[in-house]
């Protein structure tokens, strides 16, 4: 094994077997653990760090698309006609269902041979539009002319070397309440404020999303970055980031101090619905012929009490789109504590700061909930009750959940029951954040990580 590692082979090769359905011949072979999205050993984890760094770029990166073939112009033009043909027979006032079915067929053809996207282009549904005005309570954000780059300024020593530096960024959610320092620990744990904190957790991938368009907007550039969303002590989630170009460290405050990211869902103020008091499931005629209704459920819920539909979730957001006096369900901000620091490519450094993002593309949310901590119990308890503050959170439109506040979860269908939602951001491993644990720019890199490897083999 020793040695293995010190030639960089996989120590724990995963053993697959090939079976020639003609001949009936098996073949066993074995694959890196790398290649997988199990636990990595240490020369798979070694090789993944080496092509995160070989991500650094001094060029901007190349985002041509491929021309097209011949076979997907023939595919456009032909989907083209066959949609005049559906329009005409729309027109003509005949059945549509069967050009429907075929240009189906098309559009998986084209998607498969490489085209992607939206073949129709842009939005298949209208796009609930809300004031962009910017919060009272939240400090303005500046601008900057746009520049066509992704790299970010250069600076020239005195000996005459170019520095091109980056920036390391970690930003943290606000206080819920007390906790001991270092240990992830509460003081007091009826001051906690789980509410808030379930509610950061579900919704912070928008905030991160947000705070990178703010970033883009003040740097004046198409800032670049790959992060790492790891989670703290206290179980809430904070990301890492890695930053190509530099800002002043007081910019960077001052964005995530003005970033936030509002939550227009319907109030789950009222608790309608619960223990054996639930809505019911009633199906709808059959149109036949295949047709579905327009928000393609089969059935509605009713009140179990007046039988009255309950509203569908389109419903509940127009009444809330014509409420002038109504508020966000939820407001999610970053903290005060922010980390900037400054990193120059090849240095010590900067290895450091890739090993502290590639630590963690395997872990969970729950991973650090440690077993031998002497404090483990009341941490496991602050995990239990922030579970149990998640259990009937929505966590999304389609989510059960909200059938508790009387309203018919997006895509309803029979057997949904409140608490019984199984997204993962209810799973005590991921804590709230059902969001991508790995988050990386389009232009971090010239090539993707396909290409890296396939340069490493060559």
């Known amino acids: 094994m020793e040695a293995a590692k010190l030639n960089g082979v996989c120590i724990r090769p995963l053993e697959l077997r090939r079976l020639d359905t003609h001949t009936g011949t098996v073949e066993s072979f074995n694959i890196p653990c790398g290649a997988t999205q199990e636990a990595k050993c240490p020369p ?24 097209s073939t011949e076979d997907q112009r023939w595919l456009i033009e032909f989907r083209a006609d066959v949609q005049a043909k559906r329009d005409e027979a729309e027109r003509d006032g005949e059945d549509t269902l069967d050009w429907d079915e075929a240009i189906a067929g098309i559009d998986a053809e084209i998607n498969a041979a490489g085209m992607r996207g939206n073949v129709l282009g842009g939005r298949t549904a209208p796009k609930r539009s809300r004031s962009t005005r910017r919060r009272q309570d939240a400090p303005d954000l500046p601008k900057r002319t746009k520049q066509d780059t992704t790299l970010g ?11 091109r530096p980056s920036l390391f960024a970690t930003l943290t959610l606000p206080s819920y309440g007390k906790i001991r320092s270092g240990l992830g620990v509460l003081v007091d744990p009826s001051t906690y404020d789980y509410a808030a904190a379930a509610r950061d957790a579900l919704h912070f991938s928008k905030l991160v999303d947000r705070f990178v368009q703010n970033l883009r907007r003040v740097a004046g550039y198409d800032v670049q970055y790959f992060a790492t969303v790891e989670p703290q002590k206290r179980f809430a989630p904070h990301p890492h980031m890695a930053i190509r170009g530099t800002m002043p460290r007081a910019e960077i405050k001052a964005i995530a101090a003005a ?9 789950v103020d009222e608790v309608r619905f619960d223990g054996d008091h639930l809505p019911i499931w009633t199906e709808r005629a059959d149109l036949g012929d295949g047709a579905t209704y327009p928000d393609g459920q089969s059935g509605d819920y009713l009140d179990p009490a007046t039988g009255e539909l309950l509203p569908t979730w389109d419903e509940a957001l127009d009444q809330l789109d014509t409420d002038e006096t109504a508020e966000p369900l939820h407001v999610v901000r970053f903290g005060p504590q922010v980390d900037v620091q400054g990193i120059v490519a090849g240095s010590p450094d900067a290895h450091k700061r890739i090993g502290y993002l590639t630590k963690y593309l395997t872990k969970n949310l729950g991973d650090p909930l440690d077993l031998n901590d002497q404090d483990n119990q009341a941490r496991r308890d602050h995990a239990v009750r922030m579970v149990e503050a998640l259990r009937y959170e929505p966590c999304s439109p389609t989510c059960p959940n909200w ?31 059902a969001g991508r644990r790995i988050l990386v720019s389009r232009k971090w890199s010239n090539k993707t990580l396909r290409e890296h490897k396939a340069d490493r083999r060559a």
Request: charged share 25%; proline share 9%; hydrophobic share 30%.
């Open 44 to 67: 798979c984890a070694q090789r993944n760090k080496q092509l995160r760094k070989a991500q650094h770029l001094e060029a901007e990166p190349v985002a041509e698309p491929h021309p």
């Open 153 to 163: 300024r250069t600076f020239i020593a005195p000996d005459g070397r170019v520095y």
């Open 403 to 433: 059938l508790r506040y009387g309203i018919q979860p997006k895509e309803a269908k029979a057997g949904m029951l409140p608490g019984r939602c199984r997204g993962k951001a209810h799973k005590a491993e991921h804590l709230g954040y």
């Open 259 to 267: 970033t936030y990211h509002q939550v227009w869902w319907p109030s």
